[in-house]
């Protein structure tokens, strides 16, 4: 099927980069109206044209209207309010108290908050409004220009932005460039004062290299395999709801999605039951009907998941398993009778709506299959057991943390949201998102007073001033 987006033409990328870093120089983009007016636009943009959005994400992915609400309409609102709010609080200027120095005895000390200049994001598929447009609030915010570069694969929805975009934004200040592997790559080229990239870890670290030959800083917000580890002492069919949840929301397409299951051996059996009276509950006896269910976004992505559940080596079917390639559907499955090391599925991030579990005898066991593999960007504990969940969390490392439930932690934007080693660098989300947008530029005023005080420290040094 053809594309319904239009991709930037490269040529035009020196143009964009040039007139946005000069806009920055101008100040403009610094003035406090400046940033309040455009948030608001970017809030009309998003309000005015919901209906829009949720056909596009529909057409994208089949992403169910309360999903989309909940996955990219909502939290994108709720940012920009967030920023409508706080951002005088968030700009001022702090007020840093001088240690005693004669020499200085003059000084007051501020740290100012300025922009960092041109910021360039790269944003993702699997939420395209959440993980392009949050990130443009925060450096809207902070004051910056910026170019956003929407993800090509969820086509429908980065074809309206771009069609609405300049319609509410300034587009000397802020531009949409759109594209694949080359005009990312002649993007890439350029000089940012920042770039901030949602996407794989493969891509991340391209991302990273070419930022590193203009010593540009970087956000990573990358991906892994998130482990879920249920211990003994749980109620088991809620466990079994909140990791179904934290599996199938988005067709199983989020960076935080519950990637597999720990748990203790005693509990299999019970938790495989439950699991399957759950996806009969929430998506009936035939899902691919339910309206509540998303598909792969791409053939590409379900050939993926579709060779991992297909491989001799992935372990034994216990639930779902169909799939049907024409509509980019697979059914809610969940796998066991897994080898560790062996299956492929317990490779790459599954990325899909297929589940599997694994058991343990002992913590250290569980602790040990997570410590193989890189830090993920969340981890989830399900236990009661209070002295487990903190043996857990002291031996193992993690972007993030939930206990007792999957995916909200992401949802709760008064916590930093972010990765670390290979699930990223740095992080976002509501002030922290301020922060990563913003340079603290260390400012000292001095008075031309008491120059004989503070000429102590001019040669010739004397025995005498030596001393002071
Ligand atoms: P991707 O990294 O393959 O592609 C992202 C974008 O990078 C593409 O749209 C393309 O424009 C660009 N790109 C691709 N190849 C490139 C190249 N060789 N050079 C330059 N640019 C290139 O990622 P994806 O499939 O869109 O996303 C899936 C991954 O993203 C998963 O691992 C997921 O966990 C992760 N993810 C992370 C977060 C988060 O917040 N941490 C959110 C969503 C997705």
């Not at 429908?156 to 594209?179: C, K, Q, W």
């Not at 080898?339 to 599954?350: A, P, Q």
């Amino acid at each position: 099927m053809a594309t319904p987006l239009e991709y930037s033409s490269i040529e035009t990328i020196e143009d964009s980069v040039s007139c946005l870093r000069g806009a920055f120089i101008s100040g403009k983009s610094r003035l406090v109206t400046w940033r309040k007016y455009y948030i608001q636009r970017l809030y009309d943009l998003v309000k005015e044209n919901e209906d829009r959005f949720y056909d596009a994400l529909a057409k994208d992915m089949k992403k169910p209207r309360l999903e989309a609400f909940i996955g990219d309409i909502s939290p994108v609102l709720e940012e920009c309010v967030y920023y409508l709010d706080n951002i005088d609080n968030l700009m001022k200027d702090k007020k840093v108290k001088a240690r005693s120095r004669v020499t200085n005895a003059t000084a007051t000390n501020v740290i100012r908050k300025d922009a960092l200049g041109l910021v360039l994001i790269f944003g993702a598929w699997n939420f395209p409004l959440q993980l392009t447009l949050i990130p443009l609030v925060g450096a809207i915010a902070a004051g910056n220009t910026v170019i956003i570069k929407p993800s090509e694969i969820s086509a429908y929805t980065s074809a309206l932005l771009t069609e609405l975009f300049p319609l509410y934004m300034d587009s000397n200040m802020y531009r949409i460039v759109n594209g694949g592997v080359d005009e990312s790559t002649a993007l890439l080229t350029h000089h940012f004062d920042h770039i901030f990239y949602t996407g794989s870890t493969r891509v991340g670290k391209i991302v990273m290299t070419a930022a590193a030959k203009h010593l540009t800083p970087v956000t990573l917000e990358l991906g892994g395999k998130c482990p879920a580890i249920v211990t003994e002492d749980v109620d088991i069919d809620t466990v079994a709801q909140r990791i179904a949840f934290g599996k199938f929301y988005n067709g199983g397409q989020a960076c935080v999605a519950a990637d597999y299951v720990l748990i203790h051996e005693s509990q299999l059996d019970a938790f495989i039951a439950s699991f399957g009276r759950t996806i009969k509950k929430w998506f009936g006896d035939n899902p691919q009907n339910s309206q509540d269910f998303a598909r792969m976004i791409s053939d590409t992505h379900f050939d993926h998941v579709a060779r991992l559940v297909n491989s001799r080596e992935s372990g034994d079917i216990v639930i779902g398993g169909g799939m049907d390639r024409d509509e980019k559907y697979i059914a809610p499955t969940l796998i066991t009778n897994l080898d560790y090391s062996e299956s492929v599925l317990m490779g790459d991030e599954i990325f899909g709506p297929v589940l599997p579990v694994l058991t343990f005898k002992k913590i250290r066991d569980a602790v040990n299959y997570v410590n193989k593999k890189h830090a993920p960007l969340a981890l989830y504990i399900f236990s009661k057991n209070q002295k487990a969940i903190d043996r857990i969390l002291t031996t193992t490392q993690s972007g993030g943390v939930l206990i007792n439930d999957t995916l909200m932690h992401q949802a709760e934007y008064a916590l930093p949201f972010g990765g670390i080693g290979h699930s990223g660098m740095g992080n976002y989300h509501g002030a922290k998102s301020f922060d990563t947008f913003t340079h603290e530029r260390s400012i000292m005023v001095k008075k031309q007073r008491l120059e004989s005080l503070m000429g102590v420290r001019y040669p010739p040094y004397t025995a005498k001033n030596l001393s002071l």
